[in-house]
């Protein structure tokens, strides 16, 4: 993985987030789902603490009690893209390589018997990836309760001439 394609991903993750936003707002019941408002917290959690961690900072992160709403919790996760691909922008390909160790490493070890180091860009992979799984999650319970959402898939970006997000 290079720096560029990295910076590709989180790109296409802003767009597919921002679909994904854009299909929970346009549906009335969406504010008032439990499961959606905790998935969509989990999933901008788990981007800003990584980033984080990349940046050598103690992770520090609000309660899901701490927004009013989900479009409280859309504006603070919004900001983070930019963030991302900054990161990605001015981290060196030697620099993906690099071992890095999270904080939770301990409570992952315990959980499932082991947590070795993984590099930063396999981390910074992870963070695309678990965010692809969210969404899918997202989009899910956004069918169940009666909702349509949008296409959010790599491939769809790229025939789409890679858009920017539209919040």
């Known amino acids: 993985m290079e720096c560029r394609e990295l910076q590709d991903l989180f790109t296409h993750m ?7 936003w854009k299909a929970v707002s346009a549906f009335p ?7 959606l408002r905790e998935l969509l917290y989990h999933l901008h959690i788990v981007q800003r603490v990584y980033l984080q961690v990349w940046q050598g ?5 609000p309660e899901l009690a701490a927004f009013a709403d989900l479009p409280a919790v859309a504006a603070w996760a919004r900001p983070i893209y930019a963030e991302l691909v900054a990161f990605a922008t001015r981290t060196g390909t030697d620099e993906l390589s690099q071992k890095l160790n999270v904080p939770w490493a301990a409570e992952v070890a315990k959980r499932y018997g082991t947590a070795g180091p993984a ?4 981390t910074m992979l992870q963070v695309v990836l678990h965010s692809t799984y969210h969404r899918a999650q997202v989009a899910s319970r956004l069918r169940e309760l009666g909702g ?3 296409i959010t898939d790599f491939i769809a970006w790229v025939w789409k001439e890679r858009p920017g997000a539209e919040w």
């Open 14 to 20: 802003e767009w597919a987030d921002a679909s994904t």
């Open 148 to 150: 349509e959402p949008q």
């Open 119 to 122: 590099t930063l860009g396999e």
């Open 29 to 35: 019941g969406a504010s008032q789902d439990r499961r």
């Open 57 to 61: 900072q103690s992770p520090s992160l």
